[in-house]
């Protein structure tokens, strides 16, 4: 998490995310947030009865989509807007997703008005006075995938008062802002390609700088995603490839020189190149580096529970192939962790509960006691394994690659130059725009 999260005594606020994950999305906000919120949700989730549940605990309210109800009436939904807006006036906090929907695009698409609209209402219910806007940018760096990561970057509060509530154009302003608070905040690319590319070079610069958490990568992949769109007139300034990178004569092109270089986007051509090779060798860009493992104590810990995790692997294999099952007959990613994670938390509870009666009913008070503890405690024993056994696969594959390891290693060279160059080229603009 990065940035400041709203503690107890936040009151009036409407927090704006981006929204790629279906209900983890707002579960996530929920976990990191010290104060209480309520999520503006669709009204489809009410008909799932354990979602129903949920939404009432944490006193969601229900909007009505024309995508959902094709009979839905213009301004259907101003008796919610009103519920919302005196809502936020008595000091509640509401979390909105304005993209309207989850969705498996790169980058943010078009936010709807209902924020704003939401904001205006209340302000002409009790006053603008106190009421606050803050943006959460969300980013997954495998989205789908069990044990991945996350990050939540908390934005900066705008006060409602300073766009004007009384304004012509303050939903627009109010509309540009939230967006532009959350453009500012995600790694985008126009498509999903761009996106790997972008994602991949500020990972290997994250790597050089020996800093692997997703706060660095987004913090790098936000500069080269600025960066690439700018043309860098490298020739104008006179600037040069760092002297590691004339030393190994990696410098742009005559042609390009000539023409002002656009260094980002040379350097991602050169990263895409060195992409097409890691998916060929199914690695990642650690194991071209020789990264090495957690250290000692981990590596301590591993070996202590390997027993245990194979037992844990060995005895939820059932429930495990049956959420993986569930989760892969789903096309789009926005819902594919959400799925994941709900029939996790369905299947593996029921079947600890099968594997503990039947050590209870079968085997001996002793041995019946010791099998029911191992069947609840080996899972999370196995924990650092199921983190691990990936990481010694693609390993494998990086000894076995040989001398195409080193081809790899050599693109990465050139690749990390030229990202070199290209935030060098960056700074400079940034120089000469001052």
């Not at 929920?30 to 949700?41: C, H, K, N, R, Y």
């Not at 959902?68 to 259907?76: A, E, I, M, Q, R």
Request: charged share 25%; with cysteine; aromatic share 6%.
């Amino acid at each position: 998490m990065v940035g400041e999260a709203p503690g107890p005594d936040v009151r009036g606020r409407l927090f704006a995310s981006n929204h790629v994950n279906g209900i983890l999305d707002p579960i996530l906000v929920f976990l990191t947030s010290g104060s209480d919120i309520s999520p503006v949700a669709k009204s489809t989730l009410w008909d799932v009865p354990v979602l129903r549940w949920l939404l009432g605990v944490v006193d969601s309210v229900k909007i009505v989509r024309r995508t959902d109800d094709p009979t839905k009436l213009g301004g259907s939904n101003d008796r919610v807007f009103d519920e919302v807006a005196a809502w936020l006036a008595g000091g509640g906090n509401i979390l909105i997703f304005p993209e309207g929907t989850s969705h498996n695009e790169p980058h943010l698409v078009e936010l709807k008005t209902g924020a704003a609209r939401m904001l205006r209402r209340a302000c002409e219910v009790g006053s603008a006075d106190g009421l606050t806007i803050q943006s959460i940018a969300l980013e997954f760096d495998a989205r789908e995938e069990a044990r991945s990561r996350v990050l939540l970057i908390y934005g900066p509060v705008r006060r409602v008062a300073d766009f004007d509530p009384t304004s012509e154009g303050f939903i627009e302003r109010v509309t540009e802002r939230v967006r532009q608070d959350l453009t500012e905040r995600l790694v985008e690319g126009e498509t999903w390609e761009e996106r790997r590319v972008l994602g991949l070079a500020a990972e290997m610069l994250a790597n050089d700088a020996g800093d692997r958490s997703l706060a660095a990568w987004s913090a790098l992949g936000r500069e080269l995603a600025a960066a690439k769109d700018t043309p860098a007139a490298a020739a104008a300034s006179g600037l040069r490839p760092p002297a590691a990178a004339e030393a190994s004569g990696l410098r742009p092109p005559a042609a390009a020189e000539a023409s002002g270089p656009r260094p980002p986007a040379e350097a991602l051509e050169a990263v895409r190149a060195y992409s097409a090779t890691l998916d060929r060798l199914k690695i990642t860009d650690a194991e071209v580096l020789g990264a090495r493992n957690k250290g000692a104590a981990h590596t301590l810990y591993l070996l202590l529970t390997l027993l245990f995790a194979a037992v844990g692997l060995v005895a939820y294999a059932l429930p495990r192939f049956v959420t993986n099952g569930i989760a892969d007959r789903v096309k789009s990613k926005d819902e594919t962790g959400t799925l994941r994670l709900g029939a996790a938390l369905v299947f593996y509870p029921l079947w600890a509960v099968v594997l503990v009666s039947l050590a209870l009913i079968f085997a001996p008070i002793p041995w019946g006691v010791a099998l029911a503890t191992l069947a609840v405690v080996a899972p999370f024993l196995s924990i650092g394994w199921v983190d691990e056994i990936p990481i010694l696969q693609r390993r494998l594959r990086a000894i076995r690659a040989g001398a195409e390891i080193e081809d790899a290693r050599r693109l990465r060279e050139e690749a990390t130059a030229r990202l070199r160059v290209a935030r060098q080229s960056r700074t400079g603009s940034r120089m000469a725009e001052g």
